[in-house]
């Protein structure tokens, strides 16, 4: 039995498997990255979408719908039922609304959580809706959310004139008919 000519090489065919291997490491590292930017941009789209929501179209279904299961335990129908009906006492914001945050991963790529602040500009007011997300198995989930604003500032009431008194005239008594007698 004849061997081929380069049978007895080694590392025949190792240049080819380094650059595969190469390859697929530079694409895994590419998609980490890209993923974990498309899941900032992504949680800075539902805070922005869930502020919308609930403090222009007042929509508490919309809320409860979105909420983690332990956000839900926390914040009870009648907490929510509060919230929106304290939007609402403050009128539409003006828009667009900011939404300002930061996203952070509990690893480096994996887990996102972001915490937002939306500042909503009234006529006579301003109030702050603090909001903390995450992803959830699949879906992005509130995981916080809290209202914050300042009252009004109430009007000072105009001064009242101070009452001057005056001296009242008294009233002179009236002289009672002589009776007449028997007599």
């Given at each position: 039995m004849k061997l081929a000519r380069t049978a007895g090489s080694k590392g025949e065919g190792g240049i080819g498997f380094l650059v595969?291997?190469?390859?697929?490491?530079?694409?895994?590292v590419w998609w980490l990255y890209s993923s974990r930017q498309d899941a900032v941009k992504?949680?800075?789209?539902?805070?922005?979408?869930?502020?919308?929501?609930?403090?222009?179209?007042?929509?508490?279904?919309?809320?409860?719908?979105?909420?983690?299961p332990e956000a839900q335990v926390n914040y009870l129908q009648s907490w929510r039922e509060r919230f929106i009906?304290?939007?609402?006492?403050?009128?539409?914001?003006?828009?667009?609304?900011?939404?300002?945050?930061?996203?952070?991963?509990?690893?480096?790529?994996?887990d996102p959580r972001g915490t937002f602040r939306a500042e909503l500009k009234y006529p006579t007011t301003s109030a702050y809706i603090d909001l903390e997300?995450?992803?959830?198995?699949?879906?992005?989930?509130?995981?916080?959310?809290d209202l914050t604003w300042t009252p009004p500032p109430t009007p000072t009431p105009a001064p009242t004139p101070t009452p001057v008194l005056a001296p009242?005239?008294?009233?002179?008594?009236?002289?009672?008919?002589?009776?007449?007698?028997?007599g």
């Open positions: 595969i291997v190469g390859v697929l490491v530079i694409g895994i992504k949680s800075r789209a539902f805070a922005t979408e869930v502020v919308n929501h609930v403090a222009v179209n007042y929509d508490e279904k919309y809320l409860h719908v979105h909420l983690s009906a304290r939007l609402r006492e403050l009128g539409v914001p003006a828009q667009p609304i900011a939404v300002t945050g930061d996203v952070v991963f509990t690893s480096q790529f994996f997300v995450s992803r959830g198995m699949t879906v992005w989930q509130v995981d916080k959310i009242t005239p008294t009233p002179t008594p009236e002289q009672k008919p002589k009776r007449k007698g028997k």
